[in-house]
């Protein structure tokens, strides 16, 4: 596509209830990353991925969030037992290289 | 630490005036790259400018140019004949060579251009 896809648009989530993010990067795009924004922050790091391989999970904030690649194109943010400090906007971006980033519009994730 | 700075929370412009969105950050690494993102409502980053800290001159894209000073460690945004489309977040982001890939981000300043 012309550009990088997320879905849902918005969830809300039960306190407790397992949620699946979809990202679709750019057609091509070898990097992938995943980046979490908190109301009235910048975003911050969660995970990279160079074609199917996860180079870089550190920001990653607990075994609750799990990110997959699987075929080097389409990725999935899961967060299981999802708690209210998980409430956040998650960006997808993706890249030819690793400089200069396309980022998605993000799901807006409410957790209640 | 932190490593980028964005101390206005918001600021206001008249339509069609220059406006200036103010950047530090801090970083031990000689390389680096600066970048300036918008954040319109839709909620998108949309790439505006770039900065290689090895670079001779500031850089420009169009009605932006980033004011890069590297001995005093800030990277200002300059938004030239400010337009009501302006009106939005913008961050500031740094890469520096811990990662070639990862951006740290500043917390954000929220343009609103008054017509």
């Known amino acids: 596509g012309a550009g990088v896809s997320q879905s849902p648009r918005y969830k809300v989530a039960k306190r407790g209830q397992d949620v699946a993010l979809r990202c679709d990067p750019i057609s091509g795009h070898v990097s992938l990353f995943w980046y979490q924004q908190a109301l009235g922050q910048g975003p911050e790091f969660l995970t990279y991925f160079q074609n199917e391989a996860q180079l870089d999970k550190s920001g990653l904030p607990s075994d609750r969030f799990f990110a997959e690649r699987p075929e080097g194109s389409v990725s999935t943010l899961k967060i299981q037992r999802t708690q209210q400090e998980d409430s956040a906007v998650y960006l997808c971006?993706?890249?030819?290289?690793?400089?200069?980033?396309?980022f998605g519009s993000g799901t807006r994730l409410t957790v209640v | 630490a932190q490593k980028i700075t964005q101390t206005q929370p918001g600021m206001f412009v008249q339509e069609k005036e220059a406006v200036t969105l103010d950047c530090t950050y801090d970083?031990?690494?000689?390389?680096?790259?600066l970048f300036w993102y918008k954040q319109p409502s839709s909620g998108e980053m949309i790439f505006l400018i770039y900065?290689?800290?090895?670079?001779?001159q500031n850089a420009t894209e169009g009605r932006y140019s980033l004011n890069f000073q590297k001995a005093r460690k800030s990277a200002n945004l300059v938004i030239s004949a400010s337009q009501l489309g302006d009106s939005a977040m913008y961050f500031c982001?740094?890469?520096?060579?811990?990662?070639?890939?990862?951006?740290?981000f500043g917390k954000g300043t929220l343009l609103t251009v008054n017509p």
């Open positions: 970083t031990s690494d000689p390389s680096y790259g």
């Open positions: 900065q290689g800290s090895y670079d001779q």
């Open positions: 982001a740094m890469r520096d060579g811990g990662s070639n890939y990862k951006l740290t």
């Open positions: 971006a993706s890249s030819l290289g690793v400089v200069f980033y396309t």
